[in-house]
C-alpha cells in the first residue's frame, strides 16, 4: 500500500497515485514520477541531477538551475491591516537577516470552516510540536457566517499556541492572509489551507529549508509530489496557468498557483505593499519574492481535496486578477531596472 493510502482515506472522483518515495532535502532518492508530473523542463532536469549526484536540491540563488537576471521592486512602509487581535498587536524580536529563525507562524485564512479547522489546528500542533519547532498557529476568521469564531476560542483553551485574529475589513483571501501575516510575532512564516488539502508533516520539512533559504515552495507536479481527487477542470486550468507564468518570468518551477508556501519575515516585509485581496496572493508572493532577490528551495508536495466544506476559490471570478498581479510583476520585473530589488531597497546581497 502506498503513503498516501495510509496517510488520508482513499477518495472518490478522478486520482493521480502519490508516491513519494524516500525523498530528503539533504539526500535525494526520488520516487518514479506520474505520468502528470514527468514533463521535462529545466525544474526536471535540475531534479534528475540531484538524483544522480545524491545532492540537494538546489534552486534560485544558490543553483545553476537559475540564470535569469532579477529586476525588482521599492520599498513601502507595512499598511495597517483591519485585524482584531485577541490578546492585542505584537511587535516581534528583531532579527538579522542572516540569522535562522527561531519560531514559526503558521497562517491559516479560514472563511466557515467550522467542520475542519479543529482537526486541521490539532495535527499542525502536534506535528510541530514532535519536531521540536517553536510556534504559533494564527487562524484567522474571514467573516464566518457558521460556528468557526466559537470553535476558535474552544480549541484556544486547549492549545494555547492558537491565536485566533479577526479579519474586520473587507473578505478575501489575500485579506485575511495579510491579517494573519501583520498578527504573526515568528521569523518565518508558512500558509496553510484551512481544509487541510495539505500534508500537515511537510510543515517540518519547510521549516528546516527556511534555515538556509529566505523563501520554500512545495511543488505537486515534480518527482515525489502528487495530487489526490483534483477535479480535472481545474487541473488542466492549473498546468496552463502555472506553464504561462514560467515562461513569462523564465523561472524554473511549476506550482504557483499552490497557497501552500512558507517565507522569513524580511522576505514579507519585502514584498510589501501586497496588493491581492483574494486567491491571487498565492502568486504575487512568489513572484515578487523571487524577482526581488530572496533566495528559494523547492520540495516535492501532496495535495488532497478537501473532505468537508464548500471550495472558495471561483474560477471565472479570479481570471482576471490573476492576470493582472502577474502583469503587475512581469513590468516590475523587466522595466523598473532593478528599483525595488533588496541590494537596492536595504542594501543586503541575495544569499
Known amino acids: ?109 479560514a472563511m466557515n470552516e467550522m467542520d475542519c479547522i479543529e482537526s486541521t489546528v490539532e495535527h499542525l500542533h502536534l506535528e510541530l510540536k514532535l519536531n521540536g519547532i ?34 474586520d475589513g473587507l473578505a478575501g483571501f489575500g485579506r485575511a492572509v495579510q491579517c494573519g501575516l501583520d498578527a504573526m510575532r515568528g521569523d518565518a512564516v508558512v500558509v496553510f489551507m484551512a481544509d487541510e488539502s495539505d500534508d500537515v508533516r511537510d510543515v517540518p520539512r519547510y521549516w528546516n529549508v527556511l534555515q ?30 502555472n506553464t504561462l507564468i514560467r515562461w513569462l518570468f523564465r523561472i524554473p518551477f511549476n506550482d504557483f498557483t499552490n497557497a501552500f508556501k512558507g517565507y522569513r519575515r524580511e522576505v514579507i516585509q519585502g514584498c510589501r505593499p501586497i496588493l491581492s485581496p ?24 501532496t495535495w488532497r481535496n478537501r473532505r468537508t466544506g464548500v471550495a472558495k476559490l471561483k474560477i471565472r471570478e479570479m481570471g482576471s486578477r490573476y492576470f493582472f498581479i502577474i502583469a503587475y510583476v512581469w513590468l516590475e520585473k523587466y522595466f523598473s531596472r532593478g528599483d525595488y530589488h533588496r541590494d537596492n531597497v536595504s542594501g543586503d546581497r541575495p544569499k
Open 278 to 301: 483574494h486567491f491571487n496572493l498565492t502568486v504575487e508572493l512568489p513572484l515578487k519574492a523571487i524577482v526581488r532577490g530572496y533566495s528559494w528551495n523547492v520540495v516535492p508536495i
Open 212 to 241: 538556509e533559504y529566505d523563501c520554500v515552495f512545495g511543488s505537486r507536479f515534480i518527482r515525489g509530489g502528487g495530487t489526490i481527487d483534483y477535479p480535472w477542470l481545474k487541473l488542466r486550468l492549473n498546468r496552463m496557468a
Open 134 to 167: 517553536e510556534h504559533e498557529i494564527v487562524v484567522v476568521n474571514d467573516h464566518s457566517s457558521d460556528g468557526t469564531p466559537e470553535k476558535l476560542k474552544e480549541i484556544a483553551d486547549r492549545i494555547p499556541a492558537l491565536r485566533p485574529v479577526t479579519n
Open 1 to 109: 500500500m502506498d503513503e498516501a493510502a495510509t496517510r488520508w482515506p482513499a477518495p472518490t472522483g478522478a486520482t493521480t497515485k502519490v508516491d513519494r518515495g524516500s525523498y530528503q532535502i539533504a539526500n535525494s532518492a526520488c520516487a518514479r514520477p506520474t505520468p502528470m508530473t514527468a514533463d521535462v523542463d529545466r525544474l526536471g532536469l535540475c531534479l534528475i541531477a540531484a538524483y544522480r549526484r545524491n545532492a540537494p536540491l538546489l534552486l534560485g540563488h544558490k543553483s545553476p538551475c537559475f540564470k535569469t537576471r532579477c529586476l525588482s521592486a521599492t520599498p513601502h512602509q507595512q499598511r495597517p491591516g483591519n485585524c482584531i487581535f485577541e490578546n492585542g498587536p505584537v511587535t516581534p524580536d528583531s532579527t538579522s537577516d542572516d540569522s535562522p529563525p527561531r519560531m514559526l507562524s503558521v497562517v491559516i485564512p
